[in-house]
């Protein structure tokens, strides 16, 4: 077992956050999976709540990645524009939960610090309890990167469950696809 190998529908997803930052600039995945392994205690917190997190109630994931940094430019005369790389602004990516007030207190203790996350997919379900031992019994993929959350807005319903915007700024680079699922 490793990676996802196959085409399926039902594939879960899964961020966690730990509030420990990787202690260097540039990080491998297997140093980022060493953070997310044990009870989140570990030297280098800067946030004052050391831990390991998950995001409750997850509803929707936006795409996983650094998008596209091109800028169409047009050209006089010309039918068509050129594509030119234009400047790279730090990606933030909104994440829909479903809000439970008890479920996110432990994410607002994390409101505008700096963390590291971990995307995670799965073939099937895993408990938080399961994902931060050093390996899983299952196929997964993972991507790790920093950010800090920015915001948490909520969005009351009245015909429909009340959730959450949690928006995140992006400051590090992608570091994956990656595995630690047991061989």
């Known amino acids: 077992m490793a990676h996802i190998s196959d085409l ?5 997803s899964y961020l966690d956050i730990h509030s420990v930052l990787p202690l260097k600039e540039t990080v491998l995945s297997e140093e980022f999976a060493a953070l997310f392994v044990g009870d989140g205690s570990a030297e280098g917190d800067t946030t004052g709540v050391a831990a390991l997190y ?16 091109v800028v169409n430019v047009p050209v006089y005369g010309q039918p068509i524009s050129s594509q030119v790389q234009g400047q790279a602004d730090a990606p933030s990516m909104e994440i829909t939960i479903n809000f439970n007030a008890e479920d996110a207190q432990e994410i607002y203790l994390l409101e505008g610090k700096q963390v590291t996350f971990r995307f995670m997919m799965t073939a099937g379900p895993i408990t938080e309890l399961d994902s931060f031992k050093a390996t899983i019994d299952q196929p997964n993929t993972e991507f ?34 990656a595995t630690i699922a047991s061989a």
């Open 144 to 177: 790790y990167f920093v950010g800090r959350i920015e915001a948490i807005l909520v969005n009351p319903s009245l015909t429909d469950a009340t959730t959450a915007t949690v928006t995140i700024s992006i400051q590090s680079d992608f570091v994956g696809p």
């Open 54 to 69: 998950r995001m409750p109630s997850v509803r929707e994931f936006p795409a996983i990645g650094t998008p596209a940094n």
């Open 8 to 12: 399926r529908a039902s594939i879960y």
